[in-house]
T-cell receptor
Framework: GESVGLHLPTLSVQEGDNSIINCAYS??????FIWYKQESGKGPQFIID?????DKRQGQRVTVLLNKTVKHLSLQIAATQPGDSAVYFC????????????FGTGTKLQVIP | EAQVTQNPRYLITVTGKKLTVTCSQN?????MSWYRQDPGLGLRQIYY???????DKGDVPEGYKVSRKEKRNFPLILESPSPNQTSLYFC????????????FGQGTRLTVV
């Protein structure tokens, strides 16, 4: 069945370095993707999104890259800070109608001071 | 403040005792969903609703019921809880505008003994 999954369950990064979190998806019907950040004890929060007609989108300190050919997207966090420590999820939305959403299993980002 | 509110935040119950987890949103969103989050499995959709009186099954609906009598509320009902329903539950809402981010509640940690 369809799936959206993450390559690495845990990523440790030195404070100040850049972080890259990867996500693979299998559903070709997914045409809209969102990265969420989930801090301990809280619900997921929106970070950045990208539509399938784009291959790159930048936000504040974050960049999402989408490669539709290999069904892969990544989240890049520049100058990682302790406050970035959290679990990051990618989510794929199917086109048309209500967006059936499939979430990845999550990557835990640990920032080392 | 725009928010999704779940209650209770924590609940310990016994097998077979019916319970309801409430969810309310103040953003006038059409779409609402329930997810459960389990270690290693990420967020899995239980049920979703496209509008009042319109609900549909997600990926893991067994053992759950929902209702959408009012736009702002989307309660999750466990008629006869079992230990395998011990999990962290999230309610989310989003706008009917195609492809938008979901706003999540703070979560309800349910333990069934």
């Amino acid at each position: 069945g369809e799936s959206v999954g993450l390559h690495l369950p845990t990523l440790s990064v030195q404070e100040g370095d850049n972080s890259i979190i990867n996500c693979a998806y299998s559903n070709s019907a997914s045409d809209y993707f969102i990265w969420y950040k989930q801090e301990s004890g809280k619900g997921p929060q929106f970070i950045i999104d990208i539509r399938s007609n784009m291959d790159k989108r930048q936000g504040q300190r974050v960049t999402v890259l989408l490669n539709k050919t290999v069904k892969h997207l990544s989240l890049q966090i520049a100058a990682t800070q302790p406050g970035d420590s959290a679990v990051y999820f990618c989510a794929g939305h199917e086109s048309g109608g209500y967006q059936k959403v499939t979430f990845g299993t999550g990557t835990k980002l640990q920032v080392i001071p | 403040e725009a928010q999704v509110t779940q209650n209770p935040r924590y609940l310990i119950t016994v097998t077979g005792k019916k319970l309801t987890v409430t969810c309310s949103q103040n953003m006038n969103h059409e779409y609402m969903s329930w997810y459960r989050q389990d270690p290693g499995l990420g967020l899995r959709q239980i049920y979703y609703s496209m509008n009042v009186e319109v609900t549909d099954k997600g990926d893991v609906p067994e053992g759950y019921k929902v209702s959408r009598k009012e736009k702002r509320n989307f309660p999750l009902i466990l008629e006869s809880p079992s230990p395998n329903q011990t999990s962290l539950y999230f309610c989310a809402s989003s706008s009917r505008t195609v492809n938008t981010e979901a706003f999540f509640g703070q979560g309800t940690r349910l333990t069934v003994v």
